[in-house]
């Protein structure tokens, strides 16, 4: 997608994209349409910025901790400071970067299986230390009336992104273009090549030059900070967050199935499986099982480890280099 | 007094963990799979002995041997399916059994919906004489459990000599295909005994602790830190895991609150994989016991 060489690719992307553009002028507006499509993209950008550390090989499952913790960082400075929500929430990827940093301090060495599970305890520790600190967080009441996104003013134009469903679609849209903008940098430049000879073999990379410790702070920290602006712009468009909400297991584990679903090699990967996966759920699954409907994406990350470990991108990959 | 006490209480509970660890460690050192959805499995064992109880009217002991041939049962297929998996084996089998673990969990939000279950004790508590101490039966029944369940375990492994084609497959698997010994068949087998520990662990869960279907994970947490502890193949070293375990959360339930207690095992865990690398190894040298 987008300039990878091949033409047809850049006018797919920009046929998709238009789209999504032309979709609320075309159809009727639907409420539905906006919030199902919102939360896809939503969930699309959380998949690409995952996976912007994924590309290294390891397998993060404590993204949460970032998400949490931009999302909690951007509300208490709002809550306290009242500060505009666009300010705010840079912040949140600040403090997601933070914890990021931390992580490289402290699991520098581990890898694989060792590292998954490593991140997957970290997360329990800002969430705990949240739910505690009640003077300052509010703890496990969690924390209500998020002021939402404060209206936006070009000129004469007048956008009230609060209110506004379509607004909130458009500023999704555009966000997720950003990091997937990001994501296809970090992929398709001389850093995406060091990226990969990182991942079949650090040694090999790092005898041929490749500055293996740079790698991997670097993309953990761009990682974090994105996971973290997530976190800020969920807690600013929901209006409120608690510990559990934030900090779940779901967090973690959502953009590690939609990247897989999608294609982890791909730029467009972990887009295409949230593109598919989260109105799925919502649309189908959630009327067919309202209890249990997240049972979609396990059983689809079991699916695609067992038969087509590419993702379903390479399917779509796969034709195009046949023809 | 209070600390004598408070002892009791962690050593029941530490013996509750490593009861709960066991099932993983042994899936874990013969097949090298690692089984996120281990605390789920836990968990069904734990609902099917509350389901017994609760609607059946079983007596509560009678549900241990059922709920174990049902988990051998589960550990089966769940082995079936993880020979499908590609390279990296840990790594994939963990992404895979993550997924399970996401499966089973809605499932059983569907099934017994998200409410808090526990399998009540009717039975007095016992109060030790001379001493204001208190024991209930279901510490006692943890205690009990725990050292049968790994003494019998330890002479399985060094006594038989199924124990010791599958110390031998702990230790070296590409050696122990050499000696003969037929390692998928020694994978089926530990997959059944640690169905068998699962299904042992289960209904104690209930009793124990409070069944709730996203519950699973933390057991799984605990199974992990108490493998590493114990390092890959040891079971004596599981019992010490869980006991220390059980005595740093209840020092720090004692000491800061309620609220602390989940921050013990994540920092446990986090500290064990730091500072105890080769614990999640297989041994090179002596993996003895």
């Known amino acids: 997608m987008m300039r990878t060489g091949s033409k047809p690719a850049a006018i797919y992307f920009i046929a998709i994209l238009l789209f999504f553009i032309c979709w609320p002028f075309l159809f009727q507006n639907s409420a539905l349409y906006y919030r199902v499509m919102t939360m896809t993209f939503f969930y699309g950008a959380l998949a690409l910025a995952w996976n912007v550390y994924a590309l290294t090989g390891n397998i993060s499952l404590g993204h949460a901790a970032f998400f949490g913790l931009g999302a909690y960082g951007s509300a208490l400075l709002s809550y306290y400071w009242h500060t505009s929500p666009?300010?705010?929430?840079?912040?949140?990827?600040?403090?997601?970067?933070?914890?990021?940093?931390?992580?490289?301090?402290?699991f520098r060495s581990l890898r694989g299986a060792r590292f998954a599970l490593?991140?997957?305890?970290?997360?329990?520790?800002?969430?705990?230390?949240?739910?505690?600190?009640?003077?300052?967080?509010?703890?496990?009441?969690?924390?209500?009336?998020?002021?939402?996104?404060?209206?936006?003013?070009?000129?004469?134009?007048?956008?009230?992104?609060g209110e506004s469903l379509k607004a909130q679609y458009y500023l999704l849209l555009c966000f997720t273009l950003l990091i997937l903008f990001i994501h296809w940098k970090v992929m398709k430049s001389k850093w995406g090549w060091a990226i990969r000879a990182l991942r079949e073999e650090e040694t090999a990379a790092s005898m041929l030059g490749v500055n293996t410790n740079f790698i991997h702070f670097a993309t953990?920290?761009?990682?974090?900070?994105?996971?973290?602006?997530?976190?800020?712009?969920?807690?600013?468009l929901m209006g409120l967050i608690e510990p559990p909400l934030v900090f779940?297991?779901?967090?973690?584990?959502?953009?590690?199935?939609?990247?897989?679903?999608?294609?982890?090699?791909?730029v467009y990967g972990p887009l295409l499986g949230a593109l598919i996966l989260y109105p799925l759920d919502q649309l189908l699954f959630h009327s067919l099982l309202p209890v249990g409907h997240s049972i979609l994406y396990g059983l689809m990350i079991i699916l695609t480890l067992l038969f087509f470990p590419r993702g379903i991108g390479s399917w779509v990959q796969k034709r195009k280099t046949a023809s | 007094m209070i600390i004598l006490q408070l002892f009791i209480n962690a050593f029941s509970l530490g013996s509750f963990y490593a009861l709960v660890a066991l099932g993983f460690a042994l899936i874990f050192g013969v097949t090298h799979a690692f089984n996120l959805a281990h605390g789920e499995f836990v968990l069904l064992g734990g609902y099917l002995a509350y389901i017994l109880v609760g609607q059946m009217h079983f007596p509560f002991l009678l549900t241990l041997p059922i709920s174990m041939l049902a988990m051998i049962f589960v550990a089966v297929l769940l082995q079936k399916l993880l020979r499908y998996v590609n390279e990296p084996y840990e790594l994939n089998t963990l992404v895979v059994t993550f997924g399970l673990a996401l499966v089973l969990q809605n499932g059983m939000l569907m099934l017994f919906s998200a409410d808090y279950r526990f399998i009540r004790s009717t039975a007095p508590i016992i109060e030790l004489p001379k001493t204001q101490l208190v024991v209930t039966q279901t510490q006692i029944i943890l205690i009990l459990t725990s050292l049968l369940a790994t003494t019998a375990l330890y002479i399985l492994l060094r006594r038989t000599f199924l124990g010791k084609a599958l110390r031998a497959t702990i230790q070296d698997r590409e050696a122990a295909k050499l000696a003969?010994?037929?390692?998928?068949?020694?994978?089926?087998?530990?997959?059944?005994?640690?169905?068998?520990?699962?299904?042992?662990?289960?209904?104690?869960y209930a009793r124990t602790a409070y069944l709730y279907p996203s519950g699973g994970i933390e057991a799984t947490l605990i199974a992990i830190i108490i493998t590493i502890f114990a390092g890959?193949?040891?079971?004596?070293?599981?019992?010490?895991?869980?006991?220390?375990?059980?005595?740093?959360?209840s020092l720090t339930v004692y000491s800061l609150g309620t609220?602390?207690?989940?921050?013990?095992?994540?920092?446990?865990l986090i500290s064990l994989l730091l500072l105890r690398p080769e614990g999640i190894l297989p041994r090179r040298m002596g993996a003895n016991g």
């Open chain 1, 118 to 161: 490593a991140t997957l305890a970290s997360v329990e520790i800002p969430r705990v230390i949240i739910d505690n600190w009640e003077s300052f967080t509010f703890g496990s009441l969690g924390l209500i009336g998020i002021s939402s996104l404060t209206t936006l003013r070009f000129g004469s134009i007048v956008i009230a992104v």
């Open chain 1, 86 to 106: 666009y300010l705010t929430i840079p912040f949140g990827g600040i403090v997601g970067a933070l914890y990021g940093a931390l992580w490289y301090a402290v």
């Open chain 2, 259 to 268: 609220g602390w207690r989940e921050l013990v095992s994540s920092l446990f």
């Open chain 2, 180 to 204: 003969g010994i037929n390692v998928r068949r020694m994978s089926l087998i530990g997959f059944a005994i640690g169905g068998t520990l699962i299904g042992l662990a289960g209904p104690l």
């Open chain 1, 220 to 236: 953990l920290l761009l990682s974090a900070f994105l996971t973290g602006l997530c976190g800020g712009i969920y807690a600013h």
């Open chain 2, 232 to 249: 890959v193949g040891r079971i004596r070293g599981i019992l010490l895991g869980g006991w220390a375990l059980g005595i740093a959360e």
């Open chain 1, 248 to 266: 779940s297991l779901h967090i973690s584990a959502l953009p590690l199935v939609l990247t897989m679903f999608g294609g982890r090699y791909l």
